[in-house]
Nanobody, 124 residues
Framework: QVQLVESGGGLVQAGGSLRLSCAASGQTPSNYAMGWFRRAPGKEREVVATISRSGANTDYADSIKGRFTISRDNAKNTVYLQVNSLKPEDTAVYYC?????????????????WGQGTQVTVSS
């Protein structure tokens, strides 16, 4: 089992940047593919970015390509989401997730473990 704790959210002006972190603990976090999803007010939860166990493979939602970067440091059991050029429509609760399968991809239903989320609010 893996426990996930997100941090780094906050209030930022449009065009600003944040770095979200997800600290994983429990059963060898480096054995888990991980990802970031988000839920905006009144909307369904959607994928933001996912990363394989080694970090060699990543995938991104079209809406954030070129602005967000997912990475991981397995020595620190932490996954990061660097978010740049933020827009008001990026306002959402951002969730970290993990799964023990080799590559669950962008389907949220294939992920087993979820954090509590961190709020990102972008003002115009």
């Amino acid at each position: 089992q893996v426990q996930l704790v997100e941090s780094g959210g906050g209030l930022v002006q449009a065009g600003g940047s944040l770095r979200l972190s997800c600290a994983a603990s429990g059963q060898t976090p480096s054995n888990y593919a991980m990802g970031w999803f988000r839920r905006a007010p009144g909307k369904e939860r959607e994928v933001v970015a996912t990363i394989s166990r080694s970090g060699a493979n990543t995938d991104y939602a079209d809406s954030i390509k070129g602005r967000f970067t997912i990475s991981r440091d397995n020595a620190k059991n932490t996954v990061y989401l660097q978010v740049n050029s933020l827009k008001p429509e990026d306002t959402a609760v951002y969730y970290c997730t993990a799964d023990g399968s080799s590559w669950p991809g962008t389907d949220q239903h294939r992920y087993t473990y979820w954090g509590q989320g961190t709020q990102v609010t972008v003002s115009s």
